[in-house]
């Protein structure tokens, strides 16, 4: 049985991160179907000039999850967090209906990392990484999977007012953790796209692996350097320890407030120490064929459209 990959369907595909994977895997060739709930009030996005089927899926049913699946040779799920829970049915489906490759809804913060579950970050990511797990489990079935981690989403219109960067451009603010200094892993969510794109066109290469990616790895002391640089302006600092902000996660999930989430991945990625920038050794970038990105590039760009650079 051939392992090339030429049909993919795609689990979210309407979403923030899944619309960019969607539109990569056309630009890389593949016939791409996008899965969507029935009553879903995504928008459809536009693929232009490209055109995408959209299937509805009730995937609460695993005979409409197997029709679905029929004749695709691999399934990404780009699902919302709260819903990563479905995903063991997805599996079951995908197994039966004979889909070649998985790729899990991960995305984000290293499920794997050696030490990771004793973390409140990983505590709260167990259900992702029991996914994972649970393919491991399959992989005597037929089916393989390749599972992406990529640090921070880098879209500077959120990390640059005031998401989880800290910096806020539009109200001359930035507020810096501990010393600002710890590197951290960021993709743009268009990388991201092109790093699962390529994945699947290099099938053997990734097969029942856990990868890494990242466009750069950058700390908070640097962007705000450069957007100080690039508008000509200082902003004004406020300095937060990151103690404090593993503190007031903790009051949160005392309350059962689980955007406690927020707090513990800037700890886990902002705080002085944190070690959590891509590793050289570690990074699948070359294995993919991906570029190192230049943040200042991206950020000036983003500045330019908002009409914030220095004259
Ligand atoms: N690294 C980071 O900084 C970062 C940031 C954000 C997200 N992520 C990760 O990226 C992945 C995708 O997140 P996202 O932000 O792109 O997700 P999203 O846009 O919130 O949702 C993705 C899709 O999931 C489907 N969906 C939403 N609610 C659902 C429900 N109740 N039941 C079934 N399906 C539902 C929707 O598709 P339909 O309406 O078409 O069914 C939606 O378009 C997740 O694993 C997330 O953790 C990482
Ligand atoms: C506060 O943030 C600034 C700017 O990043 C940094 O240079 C300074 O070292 C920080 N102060 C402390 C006490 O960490
Ligand atoms: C930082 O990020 C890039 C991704 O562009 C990665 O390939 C690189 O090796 C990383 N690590 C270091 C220590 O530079």
């Given at each position: 049985m051939s392992s090339t990959i030429n049909t993919v369907a795609v689990l979210g595909g309407t979403g923030n991160l899944g619309t960019h994977i969607v539109r990569a895997l056309l630009v890389g060739g593949f016939t791409v179907t996008i899965l969507t709930r029935p009553?879903?009030?995504?928008p459809r996005p536009s693929f232009s000039p490209y055109t995408v089927p959209f299937t509805e899926v009730d995937y609460s049913s695993p005979s409409s999850l197997r029709d679905a699946f029929q004749g695709q040779d691999a399934v990404v799920s780009v699902l919302a967090t709260a819903v990563v829970q479905e995903q063991k049915k997805i599996i079951d489906a995908a197994v039966e209906a004979g889909v070649k490759r998985f790729v899990p809804s991960?995305?984000?913060?290293?499920?794997?990392?050696?030490?990771?579950?004793?973390?409140r970050i990983g505590e709260l990511l167990a259900g992702k990484r029991g996914f994972v797990d649970y393919l491991i489990s399959k992989e005597g079935d037929g089916i393989s999977w390749t599972g992406l981690s990529t640090g921070l989403f880098f879209d500077p219109v959120h990390v640059l007012s005031n998401?989880?960067?800290?910096?806020?451009i539009k109200n001359g603010k930035a507020t810096i953790i501990d010393s600002g200094t710890e590197p951290w892993p960021a993709s743009l969510r268009s990388h991201v796209g092109r790093a699962v794109s390529e994945i699947l066109r290099h099938p053997d290469l990734t097969r029942n692996q856990y990868l890494s990616t990242a466009s750069f790895n950058v700390s908070q002391n640097q962007l705000l350097k450069i957007v100080e640089e690039l508008t000509g302006k200082k902003l004004e600092v406020a300095n937060v320890s990151s103690k404090d902000i593993f503190k007031q996660g903790e009051e949160k999930l005392k309350r059962g407030?689980?955007?406690a989430f927020v707090e513990f991945l800037k700890v886990h990625f902002?705080?002085?120490?944190?070690?959590?920038?891509?590793g050289e050794e570690e990074s699948a970038n070359e294995k993919l064929g991906l570029v190192t990105e230049d943040v200042r590039a991206v950020v000036k760009g983003y500045l330019e459209g908002e009409g914030l650079l220095a004259a």
């Open positions: 009553g879903s009030t995504s991960e995305f984000g913060v290293n499920t794997r990392k050696a030490g990771i579950e004793k973390t998401g989880l960067g800290g910096i806020d407030d689980y955007s902002l705080a002085d120490g944190a070690g959590n920038a891509l």
